[in-house]
């Protein structure tokens, strides 16, 4: 059974960090995109940010980008997203997707090219 789930999730103040870690567990996604989406309050879910199956290539929502960094650990099947600078408009739930494309060279913007998903975490940033 593939699980994904996704932890590091909280209240924090605007200007502030956190980091999300995904860990992955009932099957390998070492050669796969994985990716961070996220959902607000009465909105669609959207893409945050992707990373190649290497690590080599990511790719970020313009509203993030200069402020979160993905990243992964293939020894440790996890994927990270680190959260800097955030504001009020970057309260959602986090969900990670892993799977799709075997060494895919998408950039992973689209949910179904993921075949797994975990929960999700609450974040949420006050002002």
């Known amino acids: 059974q593939v699980q994904l789930v996704e932890s590091g999730g909280g209240l924090v103040q605007a200007g502030g960090s956190l980091r999300l870690s995904c860990p992955a567990s009932?099957?390998?996604?070492?050669?796969?995109?994985m990716g961070w989406f996220r959902q607000a309050p009465g909105k669609e879910r959207e893409f945050v940010a992707s990373?190649?199956?290497?690590?080599?290539?990511?790719y970020y929502a313009d509203s993030v980008k200069g402020r979160f960094t993905i990243s992964r650990d293939n020894a440790k099947n996890t994927v990270y997203l680190q959260m800097n600078s955030l504001k009020p408009e970057d309260t959602a739930v986090y969900y990670c997707?892993?799977?799709?494309?075997?060494?895919?060279?998408?950039?992973?913007?689209?949910?179904?090219?993921?075949?797994?998903w975990g929960q999700g975490t609450q974040v949420t940033v006050s002002s």
């Open positions: 997707a892993a799977g799709g494309v075997y060494r895919s060279r998408s950039d992973g913007y689209t949910q179904n090219e993921y075949d797994y």
């Open positions: 990373i190649s199956w290497t690590g080599a290539r990511t």
């Open positions: 009932g099957r390998t996604f070492s050669s796969y995109t």
